[in-house]
């Protein structure tokens, strides 16, 4: 009997073990701050995608959008990415010094000011991945 126990307690204690330590890989991971655009910020003198291109985005990371009066940023679903329009659904900031913690999967982000400015580019389209684990 005394064996019996133990050997169900061994698998037990590995199964928790092996539990926390994924827990906290998943829960350790410091999300990154990226300032959109860099210096130039929210901007059409820069490509948006160019500047998101090559980094890599993990969901709960933050982007501060900084931009003047002239333009704002609103989160969209991909047609109003694709067509530069804003919906109901859309979630709009027009304070000039915006973060944004990013989803998990696809975030797409426009500006619909002034009219035409997102279909010139002033567009971002950013796929967030699950956080890595820590090292």
């Known amino acids: 009997m005394a064996i019996r126990g133990s050997s169900i307690l ?4 590995l199964f928790f073990m092996v539990f926390e330590l994924q827990y ?3 829960h350790s991971y410091t999300p990154v701050h990226y300032m959109v655009g860099d210096e130039d910020g929210w901007d059409p003198v ?6 998101a291109q090559g980094k ?5 990371d933050v982007l501060e959008f900084k ?3 002239a333009f704002d940023v609103s989160i969209v679903g991909k ?3 694709d067509d530069c329009f804003v919906s109901d659904t859309s979630i709009q900031f027009s304070d000039g010094d915006d973060n944004i913690t990013l989803a998990f999967g696809a975030n797409y982000f426009i500006s619909s000011l002034p009219t035409n400015i ?4 002033m567009k971002m389209a950013i796929n967030a991945t699950a956080p890595p684990p820590s090292v």
């Open 10 to 13: 061994i698998p037990a204690m």
């Open 24 to 26: 906290e890989a998943i």
């Open 46 to 51: 820069i490509s948006m995608q160019g500047w």
């Open 56 to 60: 890599h985005f993990h969901a709960g």
């Open 67 to 69: 931009y003047d009066d």
């Open 79 to 81: 047609a109003g990415y």
């Open 118 to 121: 997102c279909a010139g580019g």
